[in-house]
């Protein structure tokens, strides 16, 4: 139980096209996803949290209008890049709590994103 | 602004000893810790949590225990194997709020 999918696993595009990610709780509905980015050999930062239905929590020094947030269902939100630029290449995983009040993250698979 | 300060970077002991990874946490509203094991390239997977009214918690190798006065918390992994290799994660979880802030992460190296 508790699983959580990522796709695209990987991605390449070009430096001023926009990029999405999506990210889905397969077997449980999840009212809260997160997202994180995660340099090599570093850990994951925190970009925003997204509840079903409402606008994101964005951390500060994310740049909402850059990353795009949405979380239409329990079991599905989205990532968009918008505009990436090589910089924005990096490990993008989301995680995913489990109903109300549940304190367990469960975590997708990543995408790793390369803007030439 | 709250952060989570996670020793040692890096570990290497001998297959069979102890493994202790600490972490340290400022914000006195966290109250879930859980830790993750990362493998290159995959996902975190939870392997043990904590919550905040509890001191310490064991699963067959793993151990976490919890100093709330202290604001510290650390992951004990006994009888280590190969298989152990990889990096742990800490993280401090503020429910109410959702806030969430994981630790720098930790190298274990398990030699055979």
């Given amino acids: 139980g508790a699983v959580v999918s990522q796709h695209p696993s990987w991605v390449i595009c070009k430096s001023g096209t926009s990029v999405k990610i999506e990210c889905r709780s397969l077997d449980f509905q999840a009212t809260t996803m997160f997202w994180y980015r995660q340099f090599p050999k570093q850990s994951l930062m925190l970009m925003a949290t997204s509840n079903e239905g409402s606008k994101a929590t964005y951390e500060q020094g994310v740049e909402k209008d850059k990353f795009l947030i949405n979380h239409a269902s329990l079991t599905l939100s989205t990532l968009t890049v918008t505009s990436a630029h090589p910089e924005d290449s990096s490990f993008y995983i989301c995680s995913a709590t489990p109903g109300t009040g549940a304190m367990e993250q469960y975590f997708g698979p990543g995408t790793r994103l390369t803007v030439t | ?112």
């Fill in chain 2, 1 to 112: 602004g709250e952060n989570v300060e996670q020793h040692p970077s890096t570990l290497s002991v001998q297959e069979g000893d102890s493994a202790v990874i600490k972490c340290t946490y400022s914000d006195s509203a966290s109250n879930y810790f859980p830790w993750y094991k990362q493998e290159l390239g995959k996902r975190p997977q939870l392997i043990i949590d904590i919550r905040s009214n509890v001191g310490e918690k064991k699963d067959q190798r793993i151990a976490v225990t919890l100093n709330k006065t202290a604001k510290h918390f650390s992951l004990h992994i006994t009888e280590t194997q190969p298989e152990d290799s990889a990096v742990y994660f800490c993280a401090a979880i503020t429910t109410g709020g959702f806030k969430t802030i994981f630790g720098a992460g930790t190298r274990l190296f398990v030699k055979a």
